[in-house]
């Protein structure tokens, strides 16, 4: 074989290699700006995703804490009902109920079940439309005690349910 055949030979291979090397060096590259892209397009929707969960644990905790609050307003002085301010339960109870409903789309289903308990399972309201108790009338002390049980219940649990809001915000 002549000097000049195998130099030509030599140098269609060594292009040849150096083009396979810098196809595969730009596919690598490819690849690789890919992933990246994929991971940060993921970032931003988990980022997205955990907004829009925290602006809907804000509500259900602020209606939470609004109903928390009214419970024990519906006692007046000296153990007296208060017909206004169990109307306004009974309001804050239906935007509680509201709020819940968006829990249910976008939270974990053990958040789902802490704000449903919250929501739903607490007796005061119940009671006190069953017993259709006049404004100013004195109260029980069964039913004083059903109030004090039924806040504190509902007290336990909206600490609960904020924790664990926190925490799923964070993982």
Known sequence: MDAGVAGLIGALGGGAIGAAGASLAALIAFRGAR???DRQ???????WLR????EIYLDFI???WNFRMKIPSIVGGQG???RAQFDELVDAHRTLSEA????ELEA?????SLARDLTNDHQTIDYFEAWEIPDGAELTQAQFSLIVEDSDKVRQRFLRLVNECKQSLQT
């Open 41 to 47: 397009a993921a970032a931003s929707r988990d980022q």
């Open 80 to 82: 007296r009902f208060r």
């Open 51 to 54: 907004q829009i969960r925290r």
């Open 108 to 112: 974990p289903d053990d958040l789902v």
């Open 35 to 37: 992933y990246q892209a």
């Open 62 to 64: 602020s209606a939470a």
């Open 100 to 103: 819940y409903r968006a829990m």
